[in-house]
Protein backbone atom coordinates (compact mmCIF):
# COMPACT_ATOMS: atom_id res chain seq x y z
CA UNK A 1 0.00 0.00 0.00
CA UNK A 2 1.25 3.41 -0.64
CA UNK A 3 2.17 6.08 1.89
CA UNK A 4 2.96 9.67 2.45
CA UNK A 5 5.01 11.38 4.93
CA UNK A 6 5.28 14.59 6.26
CA UNK A 7 8.07 14.52 8.67
CA UNK A 8 7.98 18.43 9.43
CA UNK A 9 4.31 18.81 11.88
CA UNK A 10 4.81 22.72 11.87
CA UNK A 11 6.52 25.37 10.03
CA UNK A 12 7.04 28.80 10.50
CA UNK A 13 7.86 31.87 8.05
CA UNK A 14 8.34 35.54 8.33
CA UNK A 15 6.03 37.33 5.86
CA UNK A 16 7.12 37.87 2.15
CA UNK A 17 9.35 35.17 2.91
CA UNK A 18 10.04 31.66 1.75
CA UNK A 19 9.59 28.59 2.80
CA UNK A 20 9.63 24.87 1.67
CA UNK A 21 7.06 21.69 3.30
CA UNK A 22 8.40 18.69 2.54
CA UNK A 23 6.68 15.48 1.42
CA UNK A 24 8.06 11.89 0.85
CA UNK A 25 6.11 8.64 -0.20
CA UNK A 26 6.29 5.22 -0.62
CA UNK A 27 5.11 3.08 -3.86
CA UNK A 28 6.00 0.59 -6.26
CA UNK A 29 3.66 1.92 -9.19
CA UNK A 30 5.14 4.22 -11.97
CA UNK A 31 2.58 6.26 -12.71
CA UNK A 32 0.36 8.65 -10.15
CA UNK A 33 -0.52 11.69 -9.40
CA UNK A 34 0.99 13.78 -6.05
CA UNK A 35 -0.87 16.55 -5.02
CA UNK A 36 -0.95 19.79 -2.25
CA UNK A 37 -4.46 20.60 -0.42
CA UNK A 38 -4.31 23.21 2.13
CA UNK A 39 -7.13 23.57 4.76
CA UNK A 40 -7.19 26.64 6.51
CA UNK A 41 -8.65 26.64 10.35
CA UNK A 42 -12.40 27.14 8.56
CA UNK A 43 -11.54 22.98 7.12
CA UNK A 44 -12.29 23.87 4.07
CA UNK A 45 -9.95 21.69 2.15
CA UNK A 46 -8.56 23.49 -0.77
CA UNK A 47 -6.72 22.15 -3.81
CA UNK A 48 -2.86 23.92 -4.03
CA UNK A 49 -1.10 22.48 -6.57
CA UNK A 50 -0.87 19.15 -8.49
CA UNK A 51 1.98 17.06 -10.12
CA UNK A 52 1.61 13.80 -12.67
CA UNK A 53 4.90 11.85 -12.15
CA UNK A 54 5.21 11.10 -15.73
CA UNK A 55 5.91 14.71 -16.33
CA UNK A 56 9.12 16.30 -15.50
CA UNK A 57 8.54 19.35 -15.31
CA UNK A 58 7.63 21.10 -11.54
CA UNK A 59 4.38 22.44 -11.65
CA UNK A 60 4.09 25.84 -10.36
CA UNK A 61 1.06 27.77 -9.57
CA UNK A 62 1.74 31.35 -8.93
CA UNK A 63 3.93 31.77 -5.51
CA UNK A 64 3.19 27.69 -4.94
CA UNK A 65 6.05 25.34 -6.92
CA UNK A 66 7.03 21.73 -6.47
CA UNK A 67 10.52 20.07 -6.32
CA UNK A 68 9.32 16.57 -7.45
CA UNK A 69 12.19 13.98 -7.43
CA UNK A 70 10.75 10.80 -8.85
CA UNK A 71 13.79 8.87 -8.24
CA UNK A 72 14.21 9.84 -4.60
CA UNK A 73 10.08 9.81 -4.24
CA UNK A 74 10.36 13.49 -3.00
CA UNK A 75 7.64 15.93 -3.63
CA UNK A 76 8.13 19.44 -1.51
CA UNK A 77 6.08 22.54 -2.00
CA UNK A 78 8.18 25.69 -2.26
CA UNK A 79 5.71 28.95 -0.66
CA UNK A 80 7.08 32.42 -1.86
CA UNK A 81 6.87 35.81 -1.22
CA UNK A 82 4.26 34.46 1.57
CA UNK A 83 1.48 36.13 3.01
CA UNK A 84 -0.55 35.72 6.19
CA UNK A 85 -3.26 33.91 4.18
CA UNK A 86 -0.95 31.47 3.87
CA UNK A 87 -1.50 30.36 7.29
CA UNK A 88 -2.75 26.95 7.54
CA UNK A 89 -2.56 23.11 7.93
CA UNK A 90 -0.67 21.53 4.60
CA UNK A 91 -1.72 18.26 3.14
CA UNK A 92 0.46 16.42 0.79
CA UNK A 93 -1.95 13.41 -1.16
CA UNK A 94 -0.99 10.76 -3.61
CA UNK A 95 -3.33 9.03 -6.32
CA UNK A 96 -2.66 6.43 -8.20
CA UNK A 97 -2.77 6.22 -11.82
CA UNK A 98 -4.49 2.87 -11.89
CA UNK A 99 -6.95 0.14 -10.56
CA UNK A 100 -9.47 0.26 -7.91
CA UNK A 101 -6.95 2.53 -6.11
CA UNK A 102 -7.25 4.87 -8.90
CA UNK A 103 -9.45 7.44 -7.37
CA UNK A 104 -8.39 7.34 -3.66
CA UNK A 105 -6.36 9.97 -1.79
CA UNK A 106 -3.64 9.07 0.57
CA UNK A 107 -3.10 11.60 2.61
CA UNK A 108 0.42 12.44 4.95
CA UNK A 109 -0.33 13.60 8.38
CA UNK A 110 -0.18 17.27 7.49
CA UNK A 111 2.26 20.52 8.55
CA UNK A 112 0.77 23.34 10.63
CA UNK A 113 1.95 26.95 8.77
CA UNK A 114 2.66 29.53 10.65
CA UNK A 115 2.79 33.02 8.59
CA UNK A 116 4.44 35.99 11.14
CA UNK A 117 4.23 39.41 10.40
CA UNK B 1 -21.04 27.99 -8.48
CA UNK B 2 -21.89 26.34 -5.04
CA UNK B 3 -19.49 23.73 -3.50
CA UNK B 4 -19.78 20.94 -2.05
CA UNK B 5 -22.12 21.17 1.01
CA UNK B 6 -22.32 19.78 4.22
CA UNK B 7 -24.36 19.35 7.30
CA UNK B 8 -24.65 19.67 10.06
CA UNK B 9 -21.21 21.54 10.65
CA UNK B 10 -21.31 20.23 13.95
CA UNK B 11 -22.58 17.75 16.06
CA UNK B 12 -22.77 16.56 19.52
CA UNK B 13 -24.00 13.34 20.83
CA UNK B 14 -23.42 10.55 23.54
CA UNK B 15 -22.19 7.55 23.13
CA UNK B 16 -24.42 4.62 21.73
CA UNK B 17 -26.32 7.20 19.88
CA UNK B 18 -27.39 7.42 16.34
CA UNK B 19 -26.01 10.11 14.02
CA UNK B 20 -26.32 11.06 10.73
CA UNK B 21 -24.82 13.61 8.06
CA UNK B 22 -25.45 15.00 5.11
CA UNK B 23 -23.76 15.94 2.02
CA UNK B 24 -24.57 17.79 -1.44
CA UNK B 25 -21.46 17.67 -4.01
CA UNK B 26 -21.16 20.03 -7.23
CA UNK B 27 -23.86 20.09 -9.76
CA UNK B 28 -23.30 16.93 -12.50
CA UNK B 29 -19.97 15.39 -9.77
CA UNK B 30 -20.66 11.72 -10.08
CA UNK B 31 -18.44 10.44 -7.71
CA UNK B 32 -18.49 10.98 -4.44
CA UNK B 33 -16.37 10.25 -1.62
CA UNK B 34 -16.46 10.47 2.15
CA UNK B 35 -13.32 10.83 4.73
CA UNK B 36 -12.91 10.57 8.10
CA UNK B 37 -10.10 13.14 9.44
CA UNK B 38 -9.25 12.26 13.01
CA UNK B 39 -7.49 14.98 15.38
CA UNK B 40 -3.79 15.67 13.43
CA UNK B 41 -3.94 13.46 10.97
CA UNK B 42 -4.61 13.62 7.17
CA UNK B 43 -8.43 12.24 5.93
CA UNK B 44 -8.81 8.64 5.38
CA UNK B 45 -11.08 7.38 2.63
CA UNK B 46 -14.34 5.65 4.38
CA UNK B 47 -16.26 5.21 0.90
CA UNK B 48 -16.36 5.87 -2.67
CA UNK B 49 -19.48 6.49 -4.94
CA UNK B 50 -19.56 6.16 -8.88
CA UNK B 51 -23.09 7.45 -9.37
CA UNK B 52 -25.72 5.44 -6.73
CA UNK B 53 -23.11 2.54 -6.97
CA UNK B 54 -20.41 1.94 -3.71
CA UNK B 55 -17.16 1.00 -5.57
CA UNK B 56 -14.77 1.42 -2.84
CA UNK B 57 -16.16 0.67 0.53
CA UNK B 58 -13.45 -1.84 1.98
CA UNK B 59 -12.13 1.12 4.46
CA UNK B 60 -15.85 1.20 6.49
CA UNK B 61 -16.49 -0.70 9.49
CA UNK B 62 -19.95 -1.75 8.42
CA UNK B 63 -20.77 -2.84 11.93
CA UNK B 64 -21.76 0.53 12.57
CA UNK B 65 -21.70 2.51 9.31
CA UNK B 66 -24.03 2.73 6.69
CA UNK B 67 -23.95 5.54 3.44
CA UNK B 68 -26.52 5.64 0.60
CA UNK B 69 -26.53 7.70 -2.36
CA UNK B 70 -30.38 6.55 -3.25
CA UNK B 71 -30.49 9.07 -6.77
CA UNK B 72 -26.61 9.66 -7.57
CA UNK B 73 -27.01 13.32 -5.93
CA UNK B 74 -26.55 14.01 -2.63
CA UNK B 75 -25.42 11.09 0.31
CA UNK B 76 -26.26 10.67 3.63
CA UNK B 77 -23.30 8.90 6.09
CA UNK B 78 -24.72 6.97 8.92
CA UNK B 79 -22.93 5.84 12.17
CA UNK B 80 -25.06 3.71 14.41
CA UNK B 81 -24.30 3.56 18.07
CA UNK B 82 -22.01 5.83 17.89
CA UNK B 83 -18.75 5.25 20.23
CA UNK B 84 -15.82 7.37 21.84
CA UNK B 85 -13.66 6.72 19.06
CA UNK B 86 -15.54 7.94 16.01
CA UNK B 87 -15.15 11.32 17.58
CA UNK B 88 -13.38 13.22 13.82
CA UNK B 89 -14.22 15.23 11.11
CA UNK B 90 -16.07 13.47 8.64
CA UNK B 91 -15.16 15.33 5.53
CA UNK B 92 -17.16 14.98 2.01
CA UNK B 93 -16.00 15.23 -1.64
CA UNK B 94 -16.77 14.87 -4.99
CA UNK B 95 -15.12 15.24 -8.25
CA UNK B 96 -16.37 14.98 -11.77
CA UNK B 97 -14.11 12.15 -14.00
CA UNK B 98 -12.45 13.92 -16.41
CA UNK B 99 -10.07 11.11 -17.31
CA UNK B 100 -6.71 11.33 -15.49
CA UNK B 101 -7.35 15.04 -14.69
CA UNK B 102 -9.77 14.11 -12.09
CA UNK B 103 -9.83 16.62 -9.00
CA UNK B 104 -11.27 16.47 -5.38
CA UNK B 105 -12.98 19.58 -4.04
CA UNK B 106 -14.12 18.70 -0.61
CA UNK B 107 -16.74 20.29 1.67
CA UNK B 108 -16.04 22.27 5.02
CA UNK B 109 -16.49 18.65 6.85
CA UNK B 110 -18.74 17.71 9.97
CA UNK B 111 -17.12 18.08 13.24
CA UNK B 112 -18.73 14.85 15.57
CA UNK B 113 -17.88 14.87 19.05
CA UNK B 114 -18.96 11.00 21.00
CA UNK B 115 -19.35 11.90 24.91
Known amino acids: AQTVTQSQPEMSVQEAETVTLSCTYDTSESDYYLFWYKQPPSRQMILVIR??????QNATENRFSVNFQKAAKSFSLKISDSQLGDAAMYFCAYRSAFGEYGNKLVFGAGTILRVKS | EAGVVQSPRYKIIEKKQPVAFWCNPISGHNTLYWYRQNLGQGPELLIRYENEEAVDDSQLPKDRFSAERLKGVDSTLKIQPAELGDSAVYLC?????????????FGPGTRLLVL
Open chain 2, 93 to 105: ASSLRTGEQETQY
Open chain 1, 51 to 56: QEAYKQ
